[in-house]
């Protein structure tokens, strides 16, 4: 399969090669030439098919014979080998929680299928590829996770000093071998920028990639768990709308991709905090990016959303048809507090803020009486843990995966400047 950049002024190009570059040289994200749905009859049938089975089916068309088919599969076993439930919190509303894999955060999907098929790509050659991330928390995580001793590849996170939570932070330094944890003294805006600045600087001596949603090879597995949630829900008989709390909207930009493909969905809702972009752009149709504001539920405090560009083309531009099957809504802490008070106290199931953002999607949506509505548990309630614990009456219980990172030591290096980054990037 090849890919575009949406900003159209450079070549087209694989698979293999978009997922090594991460962005065009235009500076354009990647965009798949065809999308063909899948067969009728498989969708029908998908309560026969495994996780495995439907993930292969929705993906491979993006892959092409670039990966030969067992190997694909071998990478697909992997990546969707932890439980994606469907809990049932309210009548006709459920939550997919994506939190059981490694990090307990989605991202956990995306970073391992990215760092597989990077790490195929890579096989032959001996020129090491550098990863190069910005975090304001999960990402970071994941792709450590994800990547860790990854042949042929090193990953360098850049996050901000003191902005993480312990657990976050203990994720993304305490992992050691390939991964290196550069410890920020700014904000997260700042790594971004040093990250972005790396990347356009011609006098690094190395191949830079990144590992966050603009990567089709991150971006596009999120499709899977759409399907997942749909081969569960299928025999409600009722048509499904999905709340996806939202940053830098490449989860729900994966849902539409689902849909593309022929999945029944009737509505998407991206749930926001007060970083309201895209809400305003559809209720005036002015798209004005802003500096990201803090919030507790931080992975989405994000001013200028990256994939809003390619669910853009996916409805051909057209503000009126994006519209009539996506909905975008903000809210506030305050709000999202008083949801998290009130799941809990209707069905005493803890959700973190990331969550309570997607579960109010849905009450502000107002679903009718023959539609069943999703929201996304897109982390674990663990992993804000400060917020959770303030709000709710509970004290949570440490996960496995969690408690193997609290006792380890964490490793960093402090960088105050870009220069220093170029210079740690530059050094062996
Ligand atoms: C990254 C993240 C999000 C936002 O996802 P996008 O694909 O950037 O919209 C939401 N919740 C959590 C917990 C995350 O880590």
Same mark, same amino acid.
């Given at each position: 399969?090849?890919?575009?950049?949406?900003?159209?002024? /450079?070549?087209?190009?694989?698979?293999?090669?978009?997922?090594?570059?991460?962005?065009?040289?235009?500076?354009?994200?990647?965009?798949?030439?065809?999308?063909?749905?899948?067969?009728?009859?498989?969708?029908?049938?998908?309560?026969?098919?495994?996780?495995?089975?439907?993930?292969?089916?929705?993906?491979?068309?993006?892959?092409?014979?670039?990966?030969?088919?067992?190997?694909?599969?071998?990478?697909?076993?992997?990546?969707?080998?932890?439980?994606?439930?469907?809990?049932?919190?309210?009548?006709?509303?459920?939550?997919?929680?994506?939190?059981?894999?490694?990090?307990?955060?989605?991202?956990?999907?995306?970073?391992?299928?990215?760092?597989?098929?990077?790490?195929?790509?890579?096989?032959?050659?001996?020129?090491?590829?550098?990863?190069?991330?910005?975090?304001?928390?999960?990402?970071?995580?994941?792709?450590?996770?994800?990547?860790?001793?990854?042949?042929?590849?090193?990953?360098?996170?850049?996050?901000?000093? @003191?902005?993480?939570?312990?657990? $976050?932070?203990?994720?993304?330094?305490? +992992?050691?071998?390939?991964?290196?944890?550069?410890?920020?003294?700014?904000?997260?805006?700042?790594?971004?920028?040093?990250?972005?600045?790396?990347?356009?600087?011609?006098?690094?001596?190395?191949?830079?990639?990144?590992?966050?949603?603009?990567?089709?090879?991150?971006?596009?597995?999120?499709?899977?768990?759409?399907?997942?949630?749909?081969?569960? +829900?299928?025999?409600?008989?009722?048509?499904?709308?999905?709340?996806?709390?939202?940053?830098?909207?490449?989860?729900?930009?994966? @849902?539409?991709?689902?849909?593309?493909?022929? +999945?029944?969905?009737?509505?998407?809702?991206?749930?926001?905090?007060?970083?309201?972009?895209? /809400?305003?752009?559809?209720?005036?149709?002015?798209?004005?990016?802003?500096?990201?504001?803090?919030?507790?539920?931080?992975?989405?405090?994000?001013?200028?959303?990256?994939?809003?560009?390619?669910?853009?083309?996916?409805?051909?531009?057209?503000?009126?048809?994006?519209?009539?099957?996506? =909905?975008?809504?903000?809210?506030?802490?305050?709000?999202?507090?008083?949801?998290?008070?009130?799941?809990?106290?209707?069905?005493?199931?803890?959700?973190?803020?990331?969550?309570?953002?997607?579960?109010? @999607?849905? $009450?502000?949506?107002?679903?009718?009486?023959?539609?069943?509505?999703?929201?996304?548990?897109?982390?674990?309630?663990?992993?804000?843990?400060?917020?959770?614990?303030?709000?709710?009456?509970? =004290?949570?219980?440490?996960?496995?995966?969690?408690?193997?990172?609290? @006792?380890?030591?964490?490793?960093?290096?402090?960088?105050?400047?870009?220069?220093?980054?170029?210079?740690?990037?530059?050094?062996?």
């Amino acid at each position: 399969m090849n890919y575009y950049s949406l900003h159209r002024k /450079s070549p087209n190009t694989s698979f293999k090669n978009a997922v090594i570059e991460g962005l065009a040289k235009d500076r354009g994200i990647y965009f798949p030439e065809n999308i063909t749905p899948l067969s009728k009859d498989f969708i029908e049938n998908i309560e026969q098919y495994s996780h495995e089975e439907i993930a292969f089916e929705a993906i491979k068309q993006f892959v092409g014979d670039e990966i030969p088919e067992t190997v694909l599969k071998e990478i697909i076993k992997e990546t969707v080998s932890f439980d994606f439930p469907v809990v049932e919190i309210e009548e006709n509303i459920g939550t997919l929680e994506l939190f059981h894999g490694p990090t307990m955060a989605f991202k956990d999907v995306g970073a391992r299928f990215m760092s597989s098929c990077l790490a195929y790509f890579n096989r032959d050659n001996d020129k090491e590829i550098t990863v190069l991330v910005a975090t304001s928390g999960d990402t970071g995580g994941a792709v450590a996770n994800g990547f860790l001793n990854a042949k042929g590849i090193k990953v360098v996170i850049l996050y901000p000093s @003191g902005k993480v939570s312990d657990i $976050q932070e203990r994720q993304l330094t305490t +992992l050691g071998n390939n991964i290196t944890a550069l410890e920020v003294d700014g904000v997260f805006d700042d790594c971004q920028d040093m990250v972005k600045t790396a990347f356009l600087d011609k006098t690094i001596q190395r191949t830079l990639t990144s590992a966050n949603s603009i990567n089709v090879a991150r971006w596009l597995p999120q499709m899977f768990y759409f399907f997942f949630a749909y081969k569960q +829900l299928k025999k409600q008989n009722k048509e499904l709308v999905f709340s996806v709390p939202s940053g830098n909207f490449g989860n729900i930009c994966a @849902g539409i991709m689902a849909n593309k493909l022929g +999945l029944p969905i009737k509505h998407f809702i991206a749930a926001t905090n007060i970083n309201d972009t895209v /809400s305003n752009y559809l209720e005036n149709g002015n798209y004005v990016p802003k500096p990201s504001k803090a919030t507790i539920s931080n992975a989405m405090d994000v001013g200028n959303p990256s994939n809003f560009i390619r669910i853009q083309e996916l409805f051909n531009n057209d503000l009126m048809a994006l519209k009539n099957k996506f =909905s975008s809504y903000s809210f506030t802490d305050e709000i999202t507090k008083k949801a998290m008070q009130s799941i809990f106290t209707e069905s005493g199931y803890i959700a973190d803020p990331h969550g309570a953002v997607g579960y109010l @999607g849905l $009450q502000k949506y107002d679903l009718e009486e023959n539609e069943y509505g999703v929201f996304l548990e897109t982390a674990h309630p663990v992993k804000f843990l400060d917020v959770v614990e303030t709000t709710l009456p509970v =004290s949570i219980e440490i996960p496995e995966q969690i408690k193997k990172v609290i @006792g380890k030591e964490k490793v960093s290096l402090k960088i105050r400047t870009y220069e220093e980054l170029k210079s740690s990037l530059n050094a062996e």
